[in-house]
Each structure stands twice: as structure tokens, then as C-alpha cells.
């Protein structure tokens, strides 16, 4: 019981590393391994619920009901990464840079954001906060993208590696450009919903396919897509049509990374034979009122010694 209690302690320092998390101590030859879930929650008007406790939430893998041993929520720093998913098409460029800004001006000297396709560092677009300037210089450099999946992947990793906050995430600014509107992009959902980490999508509509019935239809597959892929990962997609939507868009993912908690359970069923595992958050708060929970729906069942290999490979 000690070394459990031992070894529980131990998981507030390494559940920001990963979705799923072992931690063993060789002194008990115990090993434990907790899937984190990032869970943002709203009332029915998508404003925060202050004053929630751990009891309030409940946790059910495949709808067994699971027992929760970490729970945290702390709105003092938010951590996530941008990234840039744009054709080359000058009014798309212009709208991904002024959605770009907003972010920046909205992000606090305690929060950890980082921009990889710039090589930018939290320092680094803390000063671009301070000169704007320089910023709208910078982003014209950020090329054309042709891999989702790649660049999602990339984004998680600048920010495991930048911050230590239990709650991440990643915002892609996209105009669904390296998508092709067929079953390929089913694949690339895929290998996203495997890394494990929310999503958020904001995608660019400058209405230059207004008048191509076709090409209409790939773009509604790619949004489609896009927006599940988001609500799988416990992210959200939000269309931007012109300028001016683009503050309230940027203003909701931030207020959505700010009421971020932090859940982890030891799943009573320990196969890890990467199949899908249904994953499903309630809360009932003390006043009983409606409330809306935003997390990913699940996650693939992997063996310790294929994230081991994965952590080496990556190094």
C-alpha cells in the first residue's frame, strides 16, 4: 500500500510527458500504467463552471466505470503549440497570419506557447507578443504544408518538450490544403487520434469555391473531417469566413484551454492489443445543472514496450 501510495505521488511529475503513462517501482516490482484525459467543461451557453472537485467527475473506459487516482485543473498557464496547414494563396495566408496574431496577443507571460514551423520557442513568441510587426515578418516565411500528420506530430512534441502543463494542446490554422478529400485522409485521422493529444482546428473559408460545385464537395468532406477529428480528440473546429470572426474564434479556444482538468485512471482491463478503447467523462456538479463535457473519445491500447520504442525513436 505504501508503494502504491509511493508511486502515485511520482505521477503529477510525468503525466504531462504522455496519454498513457507507466510508472514502476523496483523496489515493489509494481508497475501502473494511467491514461491521462484533458477534459474541458461548459454550461449550456459554453461558459466555465467554477468551484468543480474531483468527486464531481467520472470516468468509464468501454463503459466500464474506472476508478480516478490523479485530477487536476489549473488555469494559471495554458500550453500549446501553433501550426500552420495553408495553401499558397495570398487572401488565405493574410487571414492564417491575423488569425496567428490574435492567438499571440491574447497568450500571458505564464503561458507556454511555441510556433515549431518557425523554430519558435516560448521566448521566442512571448517577443513576438511585443512586436508585431516582426511577427507578420515572420509568419510570410512559413511555407506551404503537404502533411497533416507530420505537422500535428511535430506540434506535440514542441510542446512536451517546451512545458511541463498537464493540460496541452495543439491549434492548427488550416484551410484544409493537405487534405484530398478521399479515404487517404482517413489514414492521416487515424494516425492523429494514435498521438493522443487535443486538437483544435481552425479552418480559413475566403468563399473562392463558392462557384465550383466539386470542389464544394471535397471541401465539405475535408471540414467534415476535420471537425470530427477535433471533437475525437477533444479539441473543437471553428470556421473563420472574414475578419471579423476571427477574435471570437481565437477568445473560445482560449477560454476552452483554460478550463482544461486533468484526469488519469489505471484501466481495469490491461490487454494491450491496440485496439480502441472507448473512453467517456461525466460530470455531475453539486447544483446539478447541465453541463457540457469536452473530451477525446478514447484511445489505442498500446503495450509499454512499443511506447518505449516509440520515446527511443523519437529521441
Not at 467520472?58 to 495553408?86: G, P, R, T
Not at 516582426?134 to 509568419?139: D, I, M, S, T, V
Request: net charge neutral.
Amino acid at each position: 500500500m505504501r508503494a502504491q501510495s509511493w508511486i502515485l505521488n511520482l505521477v503529477a511529475a510525468v503525466i504531462a510527458t504522455s496519454t498513457i503513462v507507466i510508472v514502476s517501482a523496483k523496489e515493489c516490482e509494481t508497475r501502473i500504467v494511467l491514461i491521462r484525459i484533458n477534459a474541458s467543461v461548459t454550461d449550456g451557453d459554453n461558459r466555465p463552471i467554477p468551484g468543480l472537485a474531483h468527486e464531481d467527475f467520472a470516468i468509464f473506459e468501454d463503459n466500464v466505470a474506472q476508478e480516478i487516482v490523479f485530477w487536476s485543473h489549473d488555469d494559471s498557464s495554458l500550453s500549446f503549440s501553433l501550426a500552420f496547414d495553408i495553401s499558397d494563396y495570398e487572401p488565405v495566408k493574410l487571414m492564417a497570419r491575423q488569425v496567428a496574431s490574435s492567438f499571440v496577443g491574447q497568450i500571458r507571460s505564464t503561458d507556454v506557447a511555441t510556433i515549431p514551423q518557425l523554430k519558435a520557442d516560448s521566448k521566442a513568441v512571448l517577443g513576438f507578443a511585443a512586436d508585431e510587426r516582426r511577427f507578420e515578418n515572420a509568419l510570410v516565411e512559413i511555407p506551404s504544408n503537404d502533411n497533416l500528420v507530420g505537422l500535428v506530430d511535430d506540434a506535440i512534441k514542441s510542446t512536451t518538450k517546451s512545458s511541463q502543463s498537464l493540460s496541452s494542446a495543439v491549434v492548427v490554422i488550416t484551410d484544409g490544403h493537405s487534405l484530398s478529400g478521399t479515404a487517404s485522409d482517413r489514414v492521416a485521422a487515424y494516425a492523429i487520434l494514435r498521438l493522443g493529444t487535443p486538437v483544435y482546428f481552425i479552418i480559413l473559408d475566403d468563399g473562392r469555391y463558392l462557384a465550383r460545385y466539386a470542389a464544394q464537395s471535397r471541401e465539405r468532406q475535408k471540414r467534415w473531417l476535420l471537425t470530427r477529428l477535433a471533437a475525437a480528440s477533444g479539441g473543437l473546429a471553428l470556421f473563420v469566413k472574414s475578419k471579423d470572426e476571427i477574435s471570437a474564434a481565437t477568445e473560445q479556444i482560449i477560454h476552452r484551454l483554460k478550463n482544461q482538468y486533468t484526469i488519469a485512471y489505471s484501466p481495469t482491463n490491461e490487454k494491450n492489443d491496440g485496439s480502441f478503447r472507448n473512453v467517456r467523462v461525466t460530470v455531475t456538479p453539486k447544483d446539478k445543472r447541465k453541463v457540457k463535457v469536452f473530451a477525446p473519445t478514447g484511445y489505442y491500447a498500446v503495450g509499454p514496450e512499443k511506447i518505449r520504442e516509440e520515446k527511443t525513436n523519437d529521441k
